[in-house]
């Protein structure tokens, strides 16, 4: 009895273990920050609090405006030509998340959706419709800035419904719901974003399952979002396809 008692106390030892483990090192897994290999025409130095946060542009005068809110392992600086392809009249802006890309501090969802939020004012003083682009990651970030600031339009690339509801079935064994500080409850903010809004899902996604971006898209109001497949094509694949730029450039 003693031994079978010492035996269960260390299996709870070792699930707690894992557990704090899980909290104290979520965002390293989370975040994968990259520096920044392109070469932009123009970056823009924004000041924001505690930060420095580096946005990669495409200028271009005008009315129209593209925010462009990447993975979380990408350098947006080299998507930038392709969304200045796509969005010819429009000018772009990139940010690189903190910690990414010459931007200062670390990532966080409450810094980075502050960072978004900032980003969105300081274009929209000159460029009265901003269009905002998430990818991945970054759709959960442009779902909020949605629900909170009056974009013209939205594009979610390759999205999920939650960061909880995503990695539950990779952690079967751990509470990830209790124990994940950012959450990205794009499914929980989506009924309130007015906006039209294109889903680009990946066909052979095989780091987004489709059942979680099909559970976002129910959650718009009706009329306000569809979704697109695009064939043929995997999460980090997706915009190499040439259905991908055109279903960007008929917007």
Sequence with gaps: MRMLLTLLLLAVALYAA???AVLLLQR???YYPQPAAGRPPERLQLAVDGAQVVVSVQPRPGAGAV???GGNAEDVSLSLPELAAAFPRRAVYAVHYRGYGGSTGAPSERALHADALALFDHVRASHPEVLAV???????LAVRLASQRPVSRL????????????AAPLF???????????RYDSAGLAPRIAAPT???????????????????LRE??????KMVVIPASGHNTISASPAYSAALRAL
């Design 198 to 216: 294109l889903i680009l899902a990946a066909e052979r996604d095989e780091v987004v399952p489709r059942e979680n971006t099909e559970r976002l």
């Design 18 to 20: 894992a557990c704090g």
């Design 134 to 140: 998430g990818r991945s990651l970054g759709s959960g």
């Design 220 to 225: 718009f109001t009706p009329g306000t979002a």
């Design 67 to 69: 925010l462009y809110f």
């Design 172 to 182: 079967p064994w751990l509470p990830v719901r209790w124990l994940l500080l950012d």
């Design 28 to 30: 390293s897994m989370i």
């Design 155 to 166: 594009v979610l690339v390759t999205p999920f419904d939650s960061l909880p509801s995503l």
